[in-house]
C-alpha cells in the first residue's frame, strides 16, 4: 500500500508537465489495480481523464481512461459521476450510441426528483438530434416532467419536441410549459394552444376563447391575446364580447 500511495503522490503535480502526469497517473492506477485497490485505481484513471480533457485538449483520451476508471468503480453515486462525463465527452467525439447508453445509466442511477428530471432531459436531448428517435425523445422529456412536474426547462423542451405534431398532445405540453413561466411566455404559449383549439371541433371555439382571457390575465391589454380573443368571439357568434375585446 505505501508504494501504491508513494506512485499516487508522483503521479499528480500541480505542473505543466501534464504528459509526465498522465503517464505516472496511469502507472499508479495500474499497481493499484494490480494490488487490489480497485476505489484508487479508479480514482487515479479519473485524474488522468480530467487532464487528458481540460490540459491537454485530448477528448478520445479522456473517455479511454474514463472507462477505466468506471471498469474499476462499484459505487453507485460514484459510477453515476463517471457516466455523467462519459455521455458529455462520447456526445462531445459524435459516439452517440455510447452517450445515450452511458445517459441512461445516468437516469437509471440518479436520485428520484430534480436529479433524475434533468438526466432524463439530456436523454432527451441526444435523441432528440435522430430523427427516428422522434417518439423516443419525447418519451424521455414527458418521464423529466414526470419526475418533477416544476422543472419549466423539460416543459418548455416538450412543447418544442411536439410542435408540428398532433394538437392534442401539443396543447398539453402548451398548458404544462404556461403553468411554469413568466407572465409574457405563459400569455404566449396561451395563445398558441388558443390558436390550436380554433382548428378543432373539440375542444372549439369555447375553449380558444378561455385560454385568449387566460393569457389576458396573464398580460392585461396584449395587444395579439385581444385581437385574438375578439376574432374567437365573433367566431362563436357573440359580437358583442368582440366588440368589448376590440
Given at each position: 500500500?505505501?508504494?501504491?500511495?508513494?506512485?499516487?503522490?508522483?503521479?499528480?503535480?500541480?505542473?505543466?508537465?501534464?504528459?509526465?502526469?498522465?503517464?505516472?497517473?496511469?502507472?499508479?492506477?495500474?499497481?493499484?489495480?494490480?494490488?487490489?485497490?480497485?476505489?484508487?485505481?479508479?480514482?487515479?484513471?479519473?485524474?488522468?481523464?480530467?487532464?487528458?480533457?481540460?490540459?491537454?485538449?485530448?477528448?478520445?483520451?479522456?473517455?479511454?481512461?474514463?472507462?477505466?476508471?468506471?471498469?474499476?468503480?462499484?459505487?453507485?453515486?460514484?459510477?453515476?459521476?463517471?457516466?455523467?462525463?462519459?455521455?458529455?465527452?462520447?456526445?462531445?467525439?459524435?459516439?452517440?450510441?455510447?452517450?445515450?447508453?452511458?445517459?441512461?445509466?445516468?437516469?437509471?442511477?440518479?436520485?428520484?426528483?430534480?436529479?433524475?428530471?434533468?438526466?432524463?432531459?439530456?436523454?432527451?436531448?441526444?435523441?432528440?438530434?435522430?430523427p427516428?428517435?422522434?417518439?423516443?425523445?419525447d418519451?424521455?422529456?414527458?418521464?423529466?416532467?414526470?419526475?418533477?412536474?416544476?422543472?419549466?426547462?423539460?416543459?418548455?423542451?416538450?412543447?418544442?419536441?411536439?410542435?408540428?405534431?398532433?394538437?392534442?398532445?401539443?396543447?398539453?405540453?402548451?398548458?404544462?410549459?404556461?403553468?411554469?413561466?413568466?407572465?409574457?411566455?405563459?400569455?404566449?404559449?396561451?395563445?398558441?394552444?388558443?390558436?390550436?383549439?380554433?382548428?378543432?371541433?373539440?375542444?372549439?371555439?369555447?375553449?380558444?376563447?378561455?385560454?385568449?382571457?387566460l393569457?389576458?390575465?396573464?398580460?392585461?391589454?396584449?395587444?395579439?391575446?385581444?385581437?385574438?380573443?375578439?376574432?374567437?368571439?365573433?367566431?362563436?357568434?357573440?359580437?358583442?364580447?368582440?366588440?368589448?375585446?376590440?
Open positions: 500500500d505505501r508504494d501504491v500511495t508513494g506512485v499516487q503522490t508522483c503521479a499528480l503535480p500541480i505542473s505543466g508537465e501534464w504528459v509526465r502526469a498522465v503517464r505516472l497517473a496511469d502507472r499508479a492506477a495500474d499497481l493499484a489495480r494490480k494490488c487490489g485497490e480497485a476505489k484508487l485505481a479508479g480514482e487515479l484513471f479519473a485524474r488522468a481523464a480530467a487532464t487528458w480533457e481540460t490540459q491537454l485538449g485530448r477528448p478520445e483520451n479522456a473517455l479511454l481512461r474514463l472507462r477505466d476508471a468506471l471498469a474499476q468503480e462499484t459505487d453507485d453515486p460514484a459510477r453515476r459521476e463517471l457516466l455523467v462525463s462519459i455521455a458529455r465527452v462520447s456526445g462531445l467525439l459524435g459516439l452517440h450510441g455510447e452517450a445515450l447508453a452511458a445517459q441512461r445509466e445516468v437516469a437509471r442511477l440518479s436520485p428520484a426528483g430534480r436529479p433524475r428530471a434533468e438526466a432524463f432531459l439530456i436523454e432527451s436531448r441526444l435523441l432528440a438530434r435522430s427516428d428517435a422522434a417518439a423516443e425523445a418519451a424521455a422529456c414527458a418521464s423529466a416532467l414526470a419526475q418533477d412536474p416544476t422543472y419549466r426547462e423539460a416543459a418548455e423542451e416538450l412543447v418544442r419536441l411536439r410542435r408540428g405534431g398532433p394538437s392534442a398532445p401539443l396543447r398539453e405540453a402548451l398548458t404544462a410549459a404556461a403553468d411554469l413561466s413568466s407572465p409574457q411566455a405563459r400569455t404566449a404559449y396561451l395563445i398558441e394552444r388558443g390558436d390550436l383549439e380554433l382548428l378543432e371541433a373539440s375542444p372549439g371555439v369555447a375553449a380558444a376563447r378561455a385560454s385568449f382571457a393569457a389576458l390575465e396573464a398580460v392585461p391589454d396584449h395587444p395579439l391575446a385581444l385581437a385574438r380573443l375578439a376574432a374567437a368571439a365573433e367566431a362563436d357568434g357573440d359580437p358583442l364580447a368582440a366588440a368589448e375585446a376590440v
